[in-house]
């Protein structure tokens, strides 16, 4: 039964154009991707032992063998290191992150009137926003996760119009987080309540995509103000490590600026 290496490693090889890693296509391919001979090739072990890997029946290469196959796979750093951490060969993260915000950066963010701002803990539960920051996403009506929202609130098919790319994009950063995680109780929460209730999820998790850098822009159609699009700007909140600060900001002197200042206006306008 295949390991979660090597599930990982199997679905790694079948995204590989042979083209992009040197290897001329030569007729039909029974499978997409590289052929396992060719990744032990480029890794310069034998077909045995890394077939062995993606069946499950290894589960332990050494660290050299592991940097290897991740450069044969053209893996970035970021699925290096999700392949380092599946075979075992680094720690994983055991401290608990604070589920609260500290109440300075709370009153700082409530006062940052300018862009919507966020505060994300480590599983991207929203532990915070500024005003304009709930009013860009509506006051999540049916979740305060941005994992659990795009599969859970029907909404956000409609706020986002690239729905299906920040779904794939959100999906492959939360999987970095399991690997480093995995007993975390709020991610294993998160995790099996999506694999149980969405099979779009259950599609999208069973890829096994990876990806540390997250999306630099997003567009919005937001239901108030019309389409927007956005810049995404991320810090880590280094008072309480896991948790993020997340900003949006619209190019000056764009319609989106302009509509973002209408959405600020509304938020002081009387209510009734």
Known sequence: MPSPLGEFLAHSRSRVDPSTVGIERGGRRRVPGLRREEVAARADVSVDYYTRLEQGREVSPSPAVAESIGRALALDEHGIAHLYRLAGLTP?????????????????????????????????????????????????????????????????????????????????????LESAQPRDPRIVELRDGLLA????????????????????????????????????????????????????????????????????ASLDRPSG
């Open 92 to 176: 994983t993260r055991g401290e608990a992150t604070p589920a609260t915000v500290d109440p300075r950066l709370h009153a700082l963010l409530a006062e940052w009137r300018e862009h919507p701002a966020v505060i994300l803990g480590h599983a991207f539960d929203v532990l915070d926003t500024n005003p304009l920051g709930e009013a860009l996403f509506l006051g999540f009506p049916q979740s305060r996760n941005m994992l659990a929202s795009l599969f859970v609130d029907p909404t956000a098919r409609d706020l986002y119009a690239d729905w299906e790319q920040i779904a794939e994009s959100t999906i492959a950063g939360f999987r970095l």
């Open 197 to 264: 209730s969405s099979a779009e999820f259950r599609s999208y998790w069973n890829e096994h995509r990876v990806q540390g850098r997250r999306l630099e822009v997003k567009r919005f159609a937001h239901p108030l103000v019309g389409d927007m699009t956005l810049s995404i700007h991320s810090f880590d909140v280094r008072a309480a490590p896991g948790q993020e600060l997340v900003v949006y900001r619209a190019e000056p002197g764009t319609v989106s600026a302009r509509r973002l200042g209408r959405l600020r």
